[in-house]
């Protein structure tokens, strides 16, 4: 698979912030990656570097080879959605016609369904639009557009479930009839944990985790029963964390676990699952209690 975009030890320093520190990371054409980390780890700054709304302190951008800041092109191939994005003080109308102008790839069909479903009110003034109606203008922009590039940073502010619900639908949607490089940022990781392709987790500036998704669910697995079947099992095995409870104890452990050891898993009445992706993002993006693991899936 062909990369869409390339990072080469991209740093970006504020005074006395590394907002990302030696950053190298590629995401690939037609492809749903999930941008996670904690508040302040540098997803925003990765994704304004990409779209060449801010400059890396050292290091190179390529987007299909170029380097966006030179490119006016390049620019257009991206959209950028973003929950604080400001827009000037005019109808929601135009501000979506304005955005058919500038993308090449717009699609007024999808845009005017998207307008239908987040029944966006289109004659009232941009500033004057509730918290969840501008998060909605966002979302039919960015899949409107039918960018190239895709980047959604924290999209959904004020969206309630339902709009959310139709966000990930449509974007699968049409992400399957028309595939293109899209980066989701959100905290919301287990509602989006089935849209993910690839999953890259941020810490402190830092790529942490950088794997499919599919690769992530069986590295680390939730073992519970009785306290002592839970410490027999995982006598052996390396354990990120432990829980009890009276008699009864959970731990999570390193995966994958082989048939055998699941066989006797089920001999002792233990549960094995495998951690949520949220889960997982805690405890790589973590504090202190993640640091085990962290180490473990940087190496
Ligand atoms: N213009 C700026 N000037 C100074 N520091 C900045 C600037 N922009 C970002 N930072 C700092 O860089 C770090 C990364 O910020 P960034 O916005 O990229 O994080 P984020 O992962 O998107 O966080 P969140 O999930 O809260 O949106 C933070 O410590 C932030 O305070």
Redesign the pocket.
Known sequence: MTAAVVLNHVSRR??G?N?LDDVSVSFADGSITGLL??????????MRIITGQEFASTGTVRVHGRNPVEHDDVLRTMSFVKESQVYPDIKVKRVIEAASWFYPNWDHELADQLIADFDVPMARRIKKVSRGQHSAVGIVIGLASRAEVTLF??PYLGLDAVARQIFYDRLLADYAEHPRTILL?T?LIDEVANLLEHVVV?KA?RIVVDAPSEELRGRAMTVSGSARAVEEFTRHREVFTRQGIGSLASATVGGPIDDLAQARAREMNLQIEPVSLQEFVVRTAGGPAGADLTERISA
């Open positions: 504020y005074r912030v907002a980390g904690r508040n302040g780890a540098g997803k925003s700054t990765l940073d924290e940022s905290h941020i500036g």
